[in-house]
């Protein structure tokens, strides 16, 4: 029997750039087309199955091994440091990490500086580099709210294109990092399924230099 390859892909406009890579890359599965609302898919043939996950979910499925490969963004590895491999910056879903802050904000270094971020241990860690002290003010959505209500004095978020910033009188001040989707991979997988998932990797990797 086929060694079959469990892959997490993110739900979502990024997960359909993703699928279309594999697509490309030789491991279609027509029936993940069709309009339903089944979460998995498999091609017997190419030895290939997809989930469909929440984007921030993919991390956990791979390090607890219920995928063998998956794709998540680097915010969410740099996150949550799951123990998984990252194999392959795919260069889909490019945007930054970043400190961001109404327009005239100026940082007064003599008080603690509240920062509204989901991220926040990525927050932690840029700070912490800096010896900057800060008030973390962890939220789950709609981060651009905390400093135009003076919930916090900047905040740290993704930034795409910048334009969410702006509708709201907000700026980009600092890049912390910039974010692409990754391959990544379960560590025991790819102990014990190396040549099926190299080949993935290989043949993903052929169609990242197509893109670039
Ligand atoms: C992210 C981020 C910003 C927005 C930035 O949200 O939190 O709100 O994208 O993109 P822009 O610079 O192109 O305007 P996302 O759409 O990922 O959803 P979220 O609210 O779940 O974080």
Redesign the pocket.
Same mark, same amino acid.
């Given at each position: 029997m086929k060694t079959m390859i469990n892959v997490a892909l993110p739900k979502g406009r990024l997960g359909e750039k993703v699928y279309a890579m594999f697509e490309k890359a030789g491991y279609d599965c027509s029936s993940i087309k069709e309009n339903s609302r089944k979460l998995t898919f498999e091609n017997e043939e190419k030895g290939i199955r997809y989930f469909w996950v929440k984007p921030s979910d993919v991390a956990i499925y791979v390090e607890r091994g219920a995928a063998d490969i998956g794709v998540a963004g680097k915010d969410i590895l740099l996150e949550y440091s799951p123990d998984v491999y990252e194999l392959l910056d795919l260069g889909l879903g490019k945007?930054r990490m970043a400190v961001a802050g109404k327009t005239d904000f100026t940082d007064d270094t003599e008080k603690t500086l509240r920062v509204a971020t989901?991220f926040v241990n990525i927050a932690m860690d840029y700070y912490s580099k800096k010896s900057r002290d800060i008030d973390i003010i962890k939220l789950n +959505?709609? !981060? @651009?709210l905390a400093p135009i209500l003076g919930l916090s004095d900047v905040i740290v978020? !993704?930034? @795409? &294109? +910048? &334009? &969410?910033?702006k509708e709201n009188n907000l700026a980009p001040l600092e890049t912390i990092v910039p974010i692409s989707a990754r391959l990544i991979s379960n560590k025991a997988s790819f102990k014990f399924k190396t040549a099926e998932i190299e080949a993935i990797k290989n043949a993903i990797a052929l169609q990242t230099e197509v893109n670039s």
């Open positions: 945007c989901k +959505g709609s !981060i @651009e978020d !993704i930034v @795409e &294109t +910048g &334009t &969410t910033l």
